[in-house]
């Protein structure tokens, strides 16, 4: 099983709401990931897990909040977002720090902000 | 910054020619992954190359690590129109095996 599950798949949030991306893996990884991709350009990082502690932070605005609940889960909290956060958010897994690691990635969420 | 480069940025080709996409640094990567994405789709990985110099084939895709591991380099034999997509060339750096970062893309068209 090489899945990477994200939910939901489409979100419409306005910019007052809060609301929560959620992804899960089964395949033991330990890193676990999250992106932005907006349309016609390569996913962006944002956060990087490893070992359930976050070990990358790509200076993302405090407006996302990741929370890794255990090994297995991967959750991106959004509250107060843009117009412009509006973008694919895409989950991804590997096993970390091992320098030939493959990633695999979830379908994403495509998130609007209205 | 854009740590990996890509070329060419678009590609539109007919059923059954030859293409070569790049992806080529300044920075040591410890390896580089290639995946493909469709629209409204998550990337999904084809190969895994590791060791400076290697050459990986997958059916008519012909993948190649450079000697310092700074670049790669994706061959399609006879594209077809099933191999349209994004291509994706993504970065391991060797001092930070935990952040995989993507290169520009290449956006391939193949028309029948």
């Known amino acids: 099983d090489t899945e990477v599950t994200q939910t939901p798949k489409h979100l419409v949030m306005g910019m007052t709401n809060k609301k929560s991306l959620k992804c899960e893996q089964h395949m033991g990884h330990r890193a676990m990931y999250w992106y932005k991709q907006k349309a016609k350009k390569p996913p962006e990082l944002m956060f990087v897990?490893?070992?359930?502690?976050?070990?990358i932070n790509e200076s993302v605005p405090s407006r996302f909040s990741p929370e890794c609940p255990n090994s297995s889960l991967l959750n991106l909290h959004l509250h107060a977002l843009q117009p412009e956060d509006s973008a694919l958010y895409l989950c991804?897994?590997?096993?970390?720090?091992?320098?030939?690691?493959?990633?695999?990635f979830g379908q994403g969420t495509r998130l609007t902000v209205v | 910054t854009q740590l990996l480069e890509q070329s060419p940025q678009f590609l539109s080709i007919q059923e059954g020619e030859n293409l070569t996409v790049y992806c080529n640094s300044s920075?040591?990567?410890?390896?580089l992954q290639w995946y493909r994405q469709e629209p409204g789709e998550g990337p999904v990985l084809l190969v895994t190359?590791?060791?400076?110099?290697e050459v990986k084939k997958l059916k008519r895709l012909t993948f190649q690590f450079g000697d310092a591991r700074k670049d790669s380099s994706l061959h399609i034999t006879a594209a077809q129109p099933g191999d349209t997509g994004l291509y994706l060339c993504?970065?391991?750096?060797?001092?930070?095996?935990?952040?995989?970062?993507f290169g520009t893309g290449t956006r391939l068209q193949v028309f029948p």
């Open positions: 991804a897994s590997s096993q970390p720090r091992t320098g030939n690691t493959e990633a695999f």
């Open positions: 920075s040591v990567f410890s390896s």
């Open positions: 993504a970065g391991l750096q060797w001092y930070n095996t935990d952040k995989l970062i």
């Open positions: 897990y490893s070992y359930e502690k976050l070990s």
């Open positions: 190359v590791v060791t400076g110099g």
